[in-house]
């Protein structure tokens, strides 16, 4: 009876110790199965820019939609951070009512495809810099999926250094051009007065053979969002100087936009000089300066983010 006993206990004790063994096996086997595998890509570039790295994916999780859409609503803090890096001092209503007229002419929603394992997606942001003068980064900056231009800065002439191909232009009222009609016209508005020029360029005139000035395609408009910049200058910045600079905030929206970044024609040239690469500097006094802006800051956020390999940064020949 006694000997029945031990063997039922130790059967049962055996038995025991299987079970758990085959559950923590099973609940292996299922978690290497279904759970998220460590070496799957997020896309099917070399390199990802937030693949494995929970600085920049916690970064870019806290930053807000980088363009505005008519669900885009920015509060009144976002709205007085703006408001106070322009001289109009209008109210948070007459901005409300001018972003809902915007949204009668313009796209209801930005097409900007996420990471997936089945594509690359390059960007080139192309800065203004002199140091792209002998570069030869014409076909190099051509080779991307979306070339960011800044401003008016020209590709006539210049094809061998800072090739031709644009498909996406940030500009302002001060620095708008005339685009092609394959090309994105991108609105960094600083101020209500740019978004109501925006309006008045677009609206059709009641003489049809009126010149409206700009040439764009209005259905490729996108218009950066105020509560990105305030986003840029808090979280980027660490809230030196008075605002972001164009080029500077059209590297972060680029982080957005693609899965691998370069970046061309920021910086100084190789004497040190600030200029552009299209103009001629015969004096010092000619150098460009940084203004609002905190260059030297700016500078060392993209220096970090080349070290972290997250953009590709060229400086020139």
Same mark, same amino acid.
């Given at each position: 009876?006694?000997?029945?006993?031990?063997?039922?206990?130790?059967?049962?004790?055996?038995?025991?110790?299987?079970?758990? $063994?085959?559950?923590?096996?099973?609940?292996?086997?299922?978690?290497?199965?279904?759970?998220?595998?460590?070496?799957?890509?997020?896309?099917?570039?070399? =390199?990802?820019?937030?693949?494995?790295?929970?600085?920049?994916?916690?970064?870019?999780?806290?930053?807000?939609?980088?363009?505005?859409?008519?669900? +885009?609503?920015?509060?009144?803090?976002?709205?007085?951070?703006?408001?106070?890096? &322009?001289?109009?001092?209008?109210?948070?209503?007459?901005?409300?009512?001018?972003?809902?007229?915007?949204? &009668?002419?313009?796209?209801?929603?930005?097409?900007? !495809?996420?990471?997936? !394992?089945? %594509?690359?997606?390059?960007?080139?942001?192309?800065?203004?810099?002199?140091?792209?003068?002998?570069?030869?980064?014409? !076909?190099?900056?051509?080779?991307?999926?979306?070339?960011? /231009?800044?401003? &008016? #800065?020209?590709?006539? #002439?210049?094809? /061998?250094?800072?090739?031709?191909?644009?498909?996406?232009?940030?500009?302002?009222? @001060?620095?708008?051009?005339?685009?092609?009609?394959?090309?994105?016209? @991108?609105?960094?508005?600083? =101020?209500?007065?740019?978004?109501?020029?925006?309006?008045?360029?677009?609206?059709? =005139? =009641?003489?049809?053979?009126?010149?409206?000035?700009?040439?764009?395609?209005?259905?490729?408009?996108?218009?950066?969002? !105020?509560?990105?910049?305030?986003?840029?200058?808090?979280?980027?910045?660490?809230?030196?100087?008075?605002?972001?600079?164009?080029?500077?905030?059209?590297?972060?929206?680029?982080?957005?936009?693609?899965?691998?970044?370069? @970046?061309?024609?920021?910086?100084?040239?190789?004497? #040190?000089?600030?200029?552009?690469?299209?103009?001629?500097?015969?004096?010092?006094? &000619? /150098?460009?300066? +940084?203004?609002?802006?905190?260059?030297?800051?700016?500078?060392?956020?993209?220096?970090?983010?080349?070290? $972290?390999?997250?953009?590709?940064?060229? %400086? #020139?020949?």
């Amino acid at each position: 009876m006694k000997r029945t006993i031990c063997f039922f206990v130790t059967l049962t004790w055996i038995t025991a110790i299987a079970v758990f $063994h085959s559950s923590s096996w099973i609940s292996s086997v299922y978690q290497e199965s279904f759970a998220p595998q460590e070496n799957q890509s997020l896309c099917a570039c070399h =390199k990802c820019l937030t693949e494995y790295d929970p600085w920049l994916s916690g970064m870019m999780k806290a930053s807000p939609e980088p363009f505005l859409t008519p669900k +885009t609503n920015i509060s009144e803090d976002d709205f007085k951070w703006w408001r106070r890096i &322009q001289t109009d001092r209008r109210s948070f209503s007459v901005y409300n009512q001018t972003v809902n007229k915007l949204f &009668q002419i313009f796209p209801l929603s930005i097409d900007m !495809p996420g990471s997936s !394992p089945d %594509r690359c997606r390059t960007c080139a942001v192309v800065g203004n810099s002199g140091n792209l003068n002998g570069s030869h980064y014409g !076909p190099l900056i051509d080779f991307h999926d979306i070339v960011i /231009r800044i401003n &008016q #800065g020209p590709t006539k #002439g210049y094809e /061998r250094d800072v090739g031709n191909k644009t498909t996406h232009r940030v500009m302002f009222p @001060v620095s708008a051009t005339n685009l092609d009609n394959s090309t994105h016209f @991108v609105l960094f508005a600083f =101020k209500i007065r740019d978004l109501e020029w925006l309006i008045k360029t677009f609206t059709p =005139k =009641k003489n049809s053979n009126a010149d409206s000035g700009l040439k764009a395609n209005k259905d490729l408009v996108m218009i950066l969002n !105020p509560a990105f910049m305030k986003y840029v200058h808090l979280n980027w910045l660490g809230k030196k100087g008075q605002y972001p600079s164009t080029g500077f905030l059209t590297v972060i929206f680029s982080l957005y936009m693609c899965d691998e970044v370069s @970046v061309f024609g920021f910086g100084a040239d190789k004497h #040190g000089i600030w200029n552009h690469y299209f103009e001629k500097v015969k004096h010092l006094s &000619q /150098r460009k300066k +940084t203004g609002n802006h905190p260059g030297s800051v700016e500078a060392e956020v993209l220096q970090d983010l080349y070290k $972290h390999q997250k953009i590709s940064l060229y %400086r #020139g020949w």
